[in-house]
């Protein structure tokens, strides 16, 4: 899987953060082999068109995040639907996606950890268990691993790695009980995408 991952990010010529912290290292895919899979030339490329170019920027975010076309066109769905069709509230609705907070909190290495963490089941979302990476969160919402899942291999001595890991400001995290309630609106979000691109491409 993993080389799919990153060929992914090569094609796209952008970091992703797909790998977790390999991004920040020097085994990360765009510095060991910085031109697009299968060509070794460096021979120019026409330039993009608009709809291209849109395209290109709804790869990026499918693959930040780890869904499929029919799951991003979803949120913008549920977005039009809340009124927030704009960037800011589309990126709100990613964010809180209970495998993105589970990421957030520093609980997951990356996404697709975080995902299958929370499709096994070892998440409760205000005291219920939830097997769902696609539940949205709410402001108020507390989030906490399951005391049946604490011995979990994920979260042995999470709480000591977690210190002086800096949170987002929108999530509040209490390490002694491995929970975190959201406390804002997520902001000051910075993707390597063109997100207003990628409103116009599902605008259309």
Not at 71 to 93: C, D, W
Not at 116 to 145: C, E, M, W, Y
Not at 168 to 197: F, R, Y
Request: aromatic share 6%.
């Amino acid at each position: 899987m993993k080389p799919v991952l990153e060929k992914r990010e090569r094609s796209l010529g952008t970091k992703l953060s797909i790998k977790g912290e390999r991004c920040n290292s020097p085994k990360c895919a765009l510095v060991r082999k910085p031109n697009p899979p299968g060509s070794r030339s460096r021979k120019r490329f026409r330039k993009p068109k608009e709809f291209g170019l849109q395209m290109k920027e709804k790869q990026k975010m499918r693959f930040i995040y780890g869904l499929r076309d029919s799951q991003l066109r979803a949120v913008f769905i549920e977005a039009v639907r809340e009124g927030r069709a704009g960037a800011n509230g589309v990126l709100s609705l990613l964010e809180r996606r209970i495998d993105n907070v589970v990421f957030r909190m520093g609980l997951a290495a990356s996404r697709s950890i975080s995902r299958k963490l929370v499709s096994h089941g070892h998440f409760l979302v205000n005291g219920r268990r939830v097997t769902s990476p696609a539940l949205i969160l709410r402001q108020g919402d507390v989030i906490k691993v399951r005391p049946e899942s604490a011995g979990n291999k994920y979260f042995t001595g999470i709480a000591e790695k977690l210190k002086g890991y800096e949170f987002p400001v929108w999530i509040k995290l209490d390490l002694g009980s491995l929970s975190g309630e959201l406390v804002g609106e997520p902001g000051d979000i910075e993707l390597p995408v063109d997100i207003g691109a990628v409103v116009d491409y599902y605008s259309k």
